[in-house]
């Protein structure tokens, strides 16, 4: 299975824009990237995934390179509820294939 | 819409026991997954039901298994737990469970064993 690597650790001035990069050099061209998040005492929680173009939400945007090797989580506008470890993941667009494979995540910390 | 419902919320069971965890997924979703979350693990898939069939499994022993009911409800059973098996278990549904449906969690059952 395709593995992403995140950093450990973020923080981030509540009311700033915050940038949460992946790398997942070994994806394959069917691989769709999620980005789920987990708040504490919660099951993870699902925020966004796109296969090659940039994708937009109501909790956040996605960016995907070109290359698709890399991309980038971006909330607008951090909020203290925001703070979560948040996990890059990389799904499979065949279906019956569902398995998800999940990493150790970056947790974001929000400084008020 | 009501979300995924795992119950229980919490389970204490000793050595040697089993336990069953039940899971209802959210309606018209007919994939479930399983997974298992430790401090030292992380996330870990345990297998994928779609239509009563199970689809995919991760690498967990046959003391773990699953079945899904014709409603898409799932339960997960764990035969002579061990001490090893003190997890959340977090179930999660989608309407296909290809890798383009988002994953809908549950909040889990801790399951502690002693």
């Known amino acids: 299975d395709a593995k992403t690597t995140q950093p450990n650790s973020m923080e981030s001035n509540e009311e700033e824009p915050v940038h949460l990069p992946c790398n997942h050099s070994?994806?394959?061209?069917?691989?769709?990237i999620h980005w789920y998040r987990q708040l504490p005492s919660q099951g993870p929680e699902y925020v966004i995934h796109?296969?090659?173009s940039n994708v937009n939400n109501r909790m956040a945007s996605l960016a995907i390179a070109e290359d698709r090797k890399s991309s980038t989580l971006i909330l607008h506008r951090a909020t203290l509820r925001d703070a979560a470890v948040y996990y890059c993941?990389?799904?499979?667009?065949?279906?019956?294939?569902?398995?998800?494979?999940f990493g150790t995540g970056t947790r974001l910390t929000i400084i008020p | 819409k009501a979300g995924v419902t795992q119950t229980p919320r919490y389970l204490i069971k000793t050595r040697g026991q089993q336990v069953t965890l039940s899971c209802s997924p959210i309606?018209?979703?007919?994939?479930v997954s399983w997974y298992q979350q430790t401090p030292g693990q992380g996330l870990q898939f345990l297998f994928e039901?779609?239509?009563?069939?199970?689809?995919n499994k991760g690498n967990f022993p046959g003391r773990f298994s699953g079945r899904q009911f014709s409603n898409s409800r799932s339960e997960m059973n764990v035969s002579t737990l061990e001490l090893g098996d003190s997890a959340l278990y977090l179930c999660?549904?989608?309407?296909?469970?290809?890798?383009?449906?988002?994953?809908?969690f549950g909040n889990g059952t801790r399951l502690t064993v002693t």
């Open positions: 993941i990389l799904g499979l667009s065949n279906f019956g294939n569902e398995k998800l494979t």
């Open positions: 070994t994806i394959s061209g069917t691989d769709y």
């Open positions: 039901y779609f239509s009563e069939t199970q689809r």
């Open positions: 999660a549904s989608s309407i296909q469970g290809a890798g383009g449906s988002p994953l809908h």
């Open positions: 309606s018209g979703h007919r994939s």
């Open positions: 796109g296969l090659t």
